[in-house]
């Protein structure tokens, strides 16, 4: 078998590494299909997609040119509706509302950039900021111009203010509609992919200006192709093939093709362990590959083969291999998770992790070459400082 094995009917129940949702999310997406119908045929472009996303977060999706980031953040926007599925946003199903509820919704709500900006050409571009406004009737009428005017300083525009689209360059427009975005002062904002047509310079000030209003209390979603701004958000999401690839695995193993960490998606096994409470039996270790999903996994040597080796604390997003304990001498005595709580642990079997190296013999040297590193690292490490250690 393949390791990118076509697997549809399995997408209905996939999503093994979706992170649960913790405390109140402000905006939920629970098994979300996409499925475009045309003369050539369907094509599912998001394969059940479960999200959620916290008041307050900075959010980046990334993933392949095709591989569903418009469609998801159409869905979000309730600009396109789901085949499948509930989008909340607080209190609202948003894919009920009627079409014209919809957009007074939107507008109050949502502040929105479009990947391929979309001002009114006919408009100038402090008319293209007032508008919002007024679909809205946000702000007293003699107060919006001003507030418009005020938002286009922000971004460098006030000089541009009554040119239209078409008078100022593709990054002054491509600014002015996050302008626009801006107007209605919604507590979300939605961006596809907003500095894809500036300069860096430019980019860079969308950038500071999004980390300000996240600081301001906003929640912000951006799709973005640059990696440098997206390791810079407060949590990444990857999108491969319509398929979320959860958080852990995109975080321990950024290194590797979107498609692999969508194959380990597809692998992983979840096991949830009781404060203190042992993974396997003693000396044991019947994975592949071990990755931390919440709490922490305390691994501790046996100490006639590793004498004076202290415990290494896993913690969420830290991972071990069966190289890592090979190199060790494959000698541990315990597997648990910590005393102070409980942890949750995904693992792919020995079977499927040597499926992997073998197709793949560069990932195998990778793993043993941090196998040797973390050998080291360990051998080195005091025993009191240990337990700060991670992987
Ligand atoms: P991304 O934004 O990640 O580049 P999109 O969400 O735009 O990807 O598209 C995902 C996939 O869905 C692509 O293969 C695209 O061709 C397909 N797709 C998007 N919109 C439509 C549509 N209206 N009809 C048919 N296929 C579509
Ligand atoms: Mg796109």
Known sequence: MRLADPLSPQYQTASLE???????????????????????????????????????????????????????VNMLTGIDHPTSGVVRVGETRIHQLSESRMSLWRGRNLGIVFQFFQLLPMLSLVENVVLPMDLCEMYPPAEREGRALELLRMFGLEGYAHSLPDAVSGGQQQTAAIARALANDAPIIIADEPTGNLDSRTADGVFEMFKNLVRQGKTIIMVTHDSSLASQTDRLMILSDGELIG??????????????????????????????????????????LLLVASGSLE???????????????????????????????????????????????????????????????????????????????????????AATEGA
């Open 18 to 72: 979706v992170s649960p949702c913790l405390g109140e999310p402000l905006i939920e997406m629970a098994n979300i299909v996409k499925t475009f119908k045309s003369a050539a045929g369907e094509f599912t472009a998001l394969k059940g997609v479960n999200a959620c996303f916290y008041p307050g977060e900075f959010v980046s999706v990334v993933g392949k040119s095709g591989s569903g980031k418009s469609t998801l």
């Open 247 to 288: 958080e852990h695995v995109a975080r321990a193993l950024s290194s590797f093709p979107h498609k692999r960490l969508l194959w380990i998606e597809h692998h992983l096994h979840r096991q949830h362990i009781l404060a203190g409470e042992s993974l396997t039996a003693q000396g044991a270790f019947p994975y592949g």
């Open 299 to 385: 691994v501790s040597f046996d100490q006639n083969r590793n004498a004076g080796i202290a415990p290494v604390i896993l913690r969420p997003s830290e991972l071990l291999t069966r190289y890592d304990l090979t190199q060790m001498g494959d000698a541990i005595s315990g597997l648990r998770a910590a005393p102070a709580g409980e942890a949750e642990v995904l693992s792919l079997s020995m079977e499927d992790f040597e499926q992997w190296m073998n197709e793949f013999p560069v990932d195998r040297e990778k793993f043993k070459a941090r196998a040797r590193q973390l050998q080291e690292k360990w051998s080195q490490a005091e025993p009191q400082a």
